[in-house]
Structure formats: structure tokens, C-alpha cells
């Protein structure tokens, strides 16, 4: 079913009928994304869901320029994506930050490579420290931080490059609980101060209800995305809330309904 | 948080067994912290005790076999002898000198080439299939099979015994070099490529500090082998060094000096490695936190 946004103007991101399949010699060929159509419009937050194996990372793959797909489009401000760069910024799940360096020097190695000139760089880079609540960590090593820190910084290098579209992998998946919940509130908040347009991969339907303003689902081998939902729920949310509990139980019957009608499809 | 309140925190969570005593962390104490390198000591000391009794009971020759206390007496006229006296007296600085030389210049050169050479082809996939069959099909040849070609083409002297050390220093530097290019972590590379750098710079800020670890294993067995291609050469076409010195008190049956010569190879070999690890411990300090904190 494909995504019913209206296309207006201002898209920031568009994927007309894309297509990826891997081809292997053992395998053969594994057609993981399908015909997918997808908008999304500038400072938009959109969760995209389903369950391992669907494709959402290499979905990602594709739009932050990692991977490139067999078929179809993929434009980042009406232009095709060719290859990876800092308008389209990645959130590692594992950080992946420069060991070698420092929290500071780790964002300013991003603004580096945009040659900004360095006195400019180290004011900026301190502002996204500040603004991802790590003012003080400036100068300390980054594997001497905690694994919430880490990611912290590595929103914060991302942001720094002022991108079109932050993508997200599961960016809290190595997180115990805890960590967890306050980089969701973090995220939100952070969200709103930049207006950063965020494309965010999970599989937690909790995750998805509490940050995101769109969800997306995916199942595998479905042609297109399978489903969307808008959630309007006023920010906090409260997850302990029945409201929340109801818009999960939906997200949760809308992806698990495709689930079912696949098995199907399978079994005749 | 001190011990006592720790001590109140026990308390208070687990009533029943305040009476018991609480284990405390006691401070490792000198004796503590030294007992390992004595502990190193043993071994070596029962070694140098058996050497000795072997010899006091004449299962060898003294000529063959002498004992520590001739050993070390050799070593002292090595090195602080009158050179006035003749034979080996005095002559050790001199004989380290002439293989420390040759050492470092011979490594210098393995070092420059092998990592000039090892990263383009780790980096670059046209450099490796152009660069990778051919060092793999020089890398099984033993050094000691090139003696008779570097006779021919550099004689006897200097320019043979650092070309052979620089030849054994250079496959482990371009292998590990390679390797650590080529490894350089794949999500720090795909960072670096999203972070918009390309070509050179990539290369210069993310690859090449990703892989140093693994350079710095290249470097330190390439000085092991440069100690021990030293020796050879030395051996087999030079007139001065350490390894002349051994092989010259062997022909004259000077064993105290031949054994004093294989501890003072061991010391070098010893203090080079010494050096590299210092260097790294240095330029690597990120590498070696990062797997200590992977370790927990
Ligand atoms: N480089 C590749 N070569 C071959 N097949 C691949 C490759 N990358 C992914 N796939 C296949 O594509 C499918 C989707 O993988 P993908 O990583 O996108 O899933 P995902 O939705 O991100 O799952 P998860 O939630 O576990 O991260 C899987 O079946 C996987 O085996
Ligand atoms: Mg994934």
C-alpha cells in the first residue's frame, strides 16, 4: 500500500517505486525492498517500524547513500542521492565514534572535512555539546564515556552538519532501559530546538509511539511500505497513559494484520 | 564513596549480616605490588643455579661449558676490559655500535618502505591486486637464502648486512600494514565518508589512525627478525658487530664469550622492543583503553 501523503512542495525526501534486491551466489536473488513510496516533509519526525529482517536498514542504507537501490528513486531535495555525505546524517547504533579523539574534537572532525575554519568549528562544536546536554564531557575521551554519552555525541557530530535528514538506526538499541528513556525525552526535545527533520528505525513499538509524529510499518517481502499512522498526541507523552496504550494496541494490529495476510498469501 | 559509608550502606540493606566482617579492598601493599617481578626472578634464578651445578659436576668440558661466574667475568672484560690487553677486551661499545648501526639504518629503510608500500595497497584495491601475489610470493623465501645474492650485488661489509635486515624487517611492517588498512573498522571508514571526506583526507583521518594497532604490530616483529638478521649477516660477510664477535670467539673456542655475546644479543633485542612498545603505548593510548574497557 503505498504511503497516501500528499505530494506537496515541500518535500524534503521522496522515494518513487524503489527497489533493492541482493543477488548471491547461494541464495540467489533476496528482493528485500519492494515498489516503495515514501515522503517525508521538512522537520518531520517519522518512525519507521517492523520486525528484523524487513528491510529498514537497508531502506536507510539507501537514503543516507551507503547503498545504492536497483531500481526506482531516491531524491533529497528533488536531486538523486549519489553516495554519503554530511547532508544526510547517520546515527550509528554502535556510535562509531573516533576513538582517538575527544567528545569536542570528534564533532569538530565533521566540520572539518565542510572546511569550516577552526576557531568557527570549536564554537560549534561546543554549542552542539551544550545543546545534547554534554557541555562538560567537552574534552574528555570519548571511550571513556558512558554508552549514553557516546550517543549523545555522535547526535550531536550528526546535527552539527546542519543535514537535511537525520537518519537514525535503532540509535538506542545498545542502551539499557533506563539510558533509554532519557534519550528519548532528549531526542524530542532536541528535535523540537533544531526543527531537524528525523528519520528514525526501530522495532519497538513503544519507541515509535513516544517520539514519532508519523510511523511508518514495513513487513518483509510486503510490496511497499505496509502501513502509516498518524499520531497526534500532545508531547510528553506518558507511556504509562491508557491513550498511549491505545495507539499502541493499533500500531501493533496495523503491522501484525500485514503479518497475518502474508503468512497467507505464503500458505496457498 | 568511602568504606564506611559503604559499610552503613551493607548495613542498612542487609540487617542479618552486619555482624559478619565486611571484606575490604586493603591497599596492595610494596611487597604486594613487587611480588610479580620477583616471581619473574625465579625461573631465571633456578635456571642460572642448574647451570651452574651442571658445570661444578663436570658433565661438560669447562672449555664447552663454563660456568655464570666465567660467563659474567667475559662479559665484564668485554666491556669494560683494557682494549690494550688485545682479544675481546673492551671492545663490546664498539661491537654494539657496529650492529646497532646497521640495525636501525636497515629497519629505518624496512619501515619507510613497508608502510609507504603497505597502505596504498590496503587502501587502494588496484594496489593490492597489483602489490599483494608479489609479496606473497617473495614473503616464503628465508632471508638466509638471499645471503649469496646480496654478496653479489652489495659485497662484504655495511650495504649487505643492512640490505639483509631491511629485506627480513620489511615483510612483517607491509603485511600488518596492509592488514590494517585494509581492516581499518568499516563503520569508522563509513563515518568518515559521511562526514564528506574523500580520497586523502579519508585516508589521513580515519584510516590511517585506524589501523596504526596493527602497524604497531608489523613494527614490533620487524625488530625482532632485524636482531636476528643482524646476526646472520654478520656472520656470513661481515668483520665487526656482535654477531662477528660470536662467531669469532667460537672458531677461537672462547664459549664464556660466545654465551656472553647471546646475552647481550637478548638485552638488545630486549630494550629495542622495549623502545616500540614505549611509542605505542604513546601514540596508541586510545587503542589501549578502548580494549580494556571492550574486556569488561
Ligand atoms: N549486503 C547484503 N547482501 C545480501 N543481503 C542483504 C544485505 N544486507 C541486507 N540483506 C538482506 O536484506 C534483508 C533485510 O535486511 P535489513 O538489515 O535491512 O533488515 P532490518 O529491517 O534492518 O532488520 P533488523 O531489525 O534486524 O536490523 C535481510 O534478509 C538481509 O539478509
Ligand atoms: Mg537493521
Not at chain 1, 50 to 76: E, H, M, V
Not at chain 2, 30 to 58: K, R
Not at chain 2, 118 to 125: F, I, Q
Request: charged share 20%.
Amino acid at each position: 500500500m503505498p504511503s497516501n501523503e500528499t505530494r506537496d512542495s515541500d518535500a524534503i525526501l521522496r522515494c518513487e517505486r524503489l527497489d533493492r534486491t541482493f543477488v548471491s551466489r547461494d541464495a540467489g536473488e533476496n528482493r528485500v525492498l519492494q515498489d516503495i513510496n515514501f515522503e517525508m516533509r521538512k522537520g518531520e519526525f517519522v518512525v519507521l517500524i517492523g520486525p528484523s529482517g524487513c528491510g529498514k536498514s537497508t531502506l536507510l542504507n539507501i537514503i543516507a547513500g551507503f547503498d545504492r537501490q536497483t531500481a526506482g528513486l531516491a531524491l533529497i531535495d528533488g536531486r538523486p542521492i549519489a553516495g554519503p555525505g554530511p547532508d544526510k546524517a547517520m546515527v550509528f547504533q554502535d556510535y562509531a565514534l573516533l576513538p582517538w579523539l575527544n567528545a569536542r574534537e570528534n564533532i569538530e572532525i565533521g566540520l572539518k572535512m565542510q572546511r569550516m575554519p577552526a576557531a568557527q568549528r570549536t564554537e560549534t562544536a561546543l554549542r552542539f555539546l551544550e545543546l545534547v546536554g554534554l557541555a562538560e564531557a567537552a574534552e574528555r575521551p570519548v571511550y571513556k564515556l558512558s554508552g549514553g554519552m557516546q550517543q549523545r555525541v555522535s547526535i550531536a557530530r550528526a546535527l552539527a552538519l546542519e543535514p537535511k535528514v537525520l537518519l537514525m538506526d535503532e540509535p538506542f538499541g545498545a542502551l539499557d532501559a533506563f539510558q533509554r528513556a532519557i534519550m528519548h525525552k532528549e531526542l524530542v526535545r532536541i528535535w523540537r530546538a533544531t526543527q531537524a527533520t528525523i528519520i528514525f528505525v526501530t522495532h519497538s513499538l513503544e519507541e515509535a509511539v513516544f517520539l514519532g509524529e508519523r510511523v511508518v510499518a514495513m513487513t518483509p517481502r510486503a510490496v511497499g511500505l505496509t502501513g502509516e499512522l498518524r499520531i497526534d498526541m500532545p508531547r510528553p507523552r506518558d507511556p504509562l497513559s491508557p491513550e498511549f496504550a491505545a495507539v499502541k494496541r493499533r500500531l501493533f494490529e496495523m503491522i501484525t494484520s500485514h503479518l497475518t495476510e502474508e503468512v497467507a498469501v505464503f500458505a496457498e | 564513596m568511602s568504606m564506611k559509608s559503604a559499610d552503613a550502606a551493607l548495613r542498612a540493606t542487609a540487617p542479618a549480616r552486619a555482624a559478619a566482617p565486611v571484606r575490604t579492598l586493603a591497599r596492595p601493599s610494596l611487597l604486594a605490588s613487587l611480588a610479580p617481578a620477583l616471581l619473574g626472578l625465579v625461573v631465571p634464578g633456578a635456571f642460572l643455579v642448574l647451570w651452574w651445578g651442571v658445570v661444578a659436576a663436570g658433565v661438560f668440558p669447562p672449555s664447552v661449558l663454563p660456568s655464570p661466574f666465567t660467563v659474567a667475568a667475559a662479559a665484564f672484560d668485554w666491556a669494560f676490559g683494557d682494549p690494550q690487553n688485545g682479544g675481546y677486551s673492551g671492545t663490546l661499545a664498539q661491537a654494539i655500535w657496529a650492529s646497532g648501526q646497521r640495525v636501525l639504518l636497515g629497519y629505518a629503510i624496512a619501515m619507510v618502505l613497508g608502510v609507504a608500500i603497505g597502505v596504498p595497497t590496503g587502501a587502494s584495491r588496484l594496489m593490492g591486486h597489483l602489490v599483494d601475489p608479489f609479496i606473497h610470493l617473495l614473503r616464503p623465501i628465508p632471508v638466509t637464502a638471499w645471503v649469496p645474492l646480496s654478496l653479489v650485488f652489495f659485497g662484504f661489509g655495511f650495504k649487505g648486512a643492512v640490505f639483509l635486515v631491511a629485506l627480513g624487517s620489511f615483510f612483517p611492517i607491509v603485511v600488518n600494514t596492509i592488514e590494517g588498512v585494509r581492516g581499518a573498522n568499516r563503520s569508522l571508514v563509513k563515518v568518515g565518508r559521511m562526514l564528506g571526506a574523500r580520497g586523502w583526507r579519508l585516508l589521513w583521518y580515519f584510516i590511517l589512525p585506524a589501523s596504526l594497532p596493527s602497524v604497531f604490530v608489523g613494527l614490533r616483529l620487524g625488530m625482532g627478525i632485524s636482531w636476528e638478521l643482524i646476526i646472520v649477516a654478520e656472520m656470513m660477510s661481515v668483520k665487526s658487530g656482535i654477531g662477528y664477535t660470536l662467531l669469532d670467539a667460537y672458531s677461537f673456542g672462547r664459549f664464556d664469550v660466545v654465551i656472553a655475546a647471546m646475552i647481550v644479543l637478548g638485552v638488545m633485542g630486549f630494550l629495542s622492543d622495549r623502545v616500540i612498545v614505549a611509542v605505542q603505548s604513546v601514540a596508541l593510548r586510545w587503542h589501549r583503553e578502548v580494549s580494556i574497557h571492550a574486556e569488561q
